[in-house]
T-cell receptor
Framework: NAGVTQTPKFRILKIGQSMTLQCTQD?????MYWYRQDPGMGLKLIYY???????DKGEVPNGYNVSRSTTEDFPLRLELAAPSQTSVYFC?????????????FGPGTRLTVL | AQTVTQSQPEMSVQEAETVTLSCTYD???????LFWYKQPPSRQMILVIR??????QNATENRFSVNFQKAAKSFSLKISDSQLGDAAMYFC???????????????FGQGTTLQVKP
């Protein structure tokens, strides 16, 4: 199993550009999450999904969109990139979201908006 | 809303010694989970230890143990026999376990950077 994979690893965007951060998991997990980590800070939840076709906002959703057409994939879309979106983005997944389920994290995408 | 606070931005420990990282949280829920994650320079988030709030016994994982004080809403991590490989940023995290909060969302503290001196 590859676990949770994210592409790209690094990206530099110009202000106003758009991009999609890809996230794929091969563990057949129902629950998936996108977090952002600003320098020296903890992770904050952007969006999450409890299954294919179901998504919901987290703590910091502004400027982002998500979709979940399959169990495996949970892409994060940035429209009109802004310097405030410079961050490291982590995708994570977990089987059911409750109980003692562990959340598995991808390696992260470092995004810089100039 | 739940919050998690780590009041120590940086800590250092001598190799082979013991260090304790602090975490406090605020919640009105009675059932929840608490976690400590390690983030080395590679950025990979690694689960260190987990505590279920309904369990009074403190969780332990080899050299890592917690001191869970539910009434005080405190959840500290103790690292014994510190090793150079323990150097990393450590995050405390909270997850609800009840009703509509059971979406698996994690709420993180700000992190504590641990330096291990040889």
């Amino acid at each position: 199993n590859a676990g949770v994979t994210q592409t790209p690893k690094f990206r530099i965007l110009k202000i106003g550009q758009s991009m999609t951060l890809q996230c794929t998991q091969d563990m057949n997990h129902n629950y998936m999450y996108w977090y952002r980590q600003d320098p020296g800070m903890g992770l904050k939840l952007i969006y999450y999904s409890v299954g294919a076709g179901i998504t919901d906002k987290g703590e910091v959703p502004n400027g982002y969109n998500v979709s979940r057409s399959t169990t495996e994939d949970f892409p994060l879309r940035l429209e009109l990139a802004a310097p405030s979106q410079t961050s490291v983005y982590f995708c994570a997944s977990t089987p059911r979201g409750g109980g003692t389920d562990t959340q598995y994290f991808g390696p992260g995408t470092r995004l810089t908006v100039l | 809303a739940q919050t998690v606070t780590q009041s120590q931005p940086e800590m250092s420990v001598q190799e082979a010694e013991t260090v304790t990282l602090s975490c406090t949280y605020d919640t009105s829920e009675s059932d929840y989970y608490l976690f400590w994650y390690k983030q080395p320079p590679s950025r990979q988030m690694i689960l260190v230890i987990r505590q279920e709030a309904y369990k009074q016994q403190n969780a332990t994982e080899n050299r890592f143990s917690v001191n869970f004080q539910k009434a005080a809403k405190s959840f500290s991590l103790k690292i014994s026999d510190s090793q150079l490989g323990d150097a990393a940023m450590y995050f405390c995290a909270y997850r609800s376990a009840t009703g509509s909060g059971n979406t698996g969302k994690l709420i993180f503290g700000q992190g504590t950077t641990l330096q291990v001196k040889p």
